[in-house]
């Protein structure tokens, strides 16, 4: 069987992470940093195509890396309609919603398919995004609010929580993803926990939203009351409180840390704060896996802990004390962002999977009565 080529691009805020495989072997990987100053210059994160591009190129240039023969350009998508996870073909709907960021969600990730497509027209190679953040597999009985017309879409780390996923079925079950269920958490600067159900993620936190638990930088699930007296006691603005929910909240809000290693240093240095403050999170992790555990209805194969958190030897025993009860635990330390998107694509090449054609439709538009 040919081994494929695949060259993967990974936007984020500063920096775009590259790497090029070959099957699946890593041949080549960097970050590339960008100067925070020079971002500010573009109006719109689409408008940084071209200065990410030509970084990426003299970077690779320096290396004496050619991409001459490879076979497909993969990137990390964002900023399209709900859809369900998969592989999915770069077109002009795609990139459309991409450079315009039609789901609202304003996040670098969403030049993942700009670049893709640049590199595979300069190539003549396919391009494709692999479980953008926009996957939305959620069962009916997930989404509605108790407030009418409200209903529930999530945003999770759909690519490393369904690539744990996958990879745990194949090593460990010897099974098929599609033949198991798992509660699968990402736990690093945002902190994803999903309901894996034969291959679908029905259920979730909207991490993005401010559900789930506390993250780093996140303030999590709290009381709406609680937050209109927070609003009025700070004179706070819708503005300010979108900056809790992925900026500003979490560990930064209570002691001006967005750094786990430093929070936990602090913490066996006898800042009781900040012991406090670590184990509330974890223990908030616990309640939310409790609750996709009822989700399956008990019925779990394992759960799966990914990201970069899962490092700390602490959190995974605090987790697997309380949770093993439901099923085994497994910690996968880290992230396979960039091997999930080379794999997506070559199981595509080689017939595993079928390249999925973005519709620019959501895969979900409410409930028949809120038409």
């Known amino acids: 069987m040919k081994e494929y080529k695949v060259f993967a691009i990974n936007p984020g805020s500063t920096s775009t992470k590259i790497a090029l495989f070959q099957g699946e072997n890593c041949l080549y990987t960097q970050n590339v940093s960008h100067d925070a100053q020079e971002l500010a210059n573009y109006e719109t994160i689409s408008d940084q195509l071209l200065y990410r591009r030509n970084m990426i190129l003299d970077l690779l240039k320096e290396a004496n890396v050619a991409l001459d023969d490879v076979d497909v350009f993969v990137g990390r998508g964002g900023g399209l309609l709900a859809m369900e996870g998969g592989t999915y073909e770069v077109d002009e709907q795609m990139l459309d919603h991409a450079r315009r960021m039609a789901n609202g969600v304003i996040h670098p990730a969403a030049l993942g398919s700009q670049l893709a497509a640049e590199f595979a027209t300069e190539y003549g190679a396919k391009a494709?995004?692999?479980?953008?953040?926009?996957?939305?597999?959620?069962?009916?009985?997930?989404?509605?609010?108790?407030?009418?017309?409200?209903?529930?879409?999530?945003?999770?780390?759909?690519l490393n929580l369904k690539e744990t996923a996958i990879r745990h079925s194949k090593q460990v079950l010897h099974k098929k993803y599609e033949?198991?269920?798992?509660?699968?958490c990402h736990i690093g600067g945002g902190i994803s926990v999903s309901a894996h159900k034969k291959g679908k993620m029905i259920d979730g936190f909207d991490i993005v939203g401010g559900e789930g638990p506390m993250a780093p930088t996140r303030c999590g699930s709290i009381s709406v009351s609680d937050l209109l007296g927070y609003m009025e006691k700070n004179n706070c603005v819708i503005k300010d409180v979108k900056a809790l929910l992925t900026k500003s909240g979490g560990f930064v809000s209570h002691v001006g840390i967005s750094d786990a290693l430093e929070l936990t240093r602090c913490a066996k240095n006898g800042d009781r704060y900040a012991e406090m403050l670590w184990n509330t999170m974890i223990y908030q992790i616990e309640k939310c896996i409790g609750s996709m555990a009822a989700v399956l209805h008990g019925e779990v194969d394992g759960i799966l802990l990914?990201?970069?958190?899962v490092h700390n030897q602490d959190l995974v025993e605090q987790i697997t004390d309380a949770c093993s009860f439901i099923a085994p635990v497994t910690a996968y330390p880290g992230e396979f962002e960039m091997e999930a998107m080379a794999a997506g694509a070559i199981r595509v090449l080689n017939g595993e999977e079928v390249l999925k054609k973005y519709t620019g439709e959501p895969v979900w538009t409410g409930f028949d009565w809120d038409q």
């Open 128 to 158: 494709m995004v692999v479980n953008p953040p926009d996957v939305d597999e959620l069962q009916d009985l997930a989404r509605m609010t108790g407030i009418k017309g409200v209903n529930r879409v999530i945003h999770l780390h759909a």
């Open 179 to 184: 033949e198991a269920n798992y509660i699968v």
């Open 306 to 309: 990914g990201g970069g958190m």
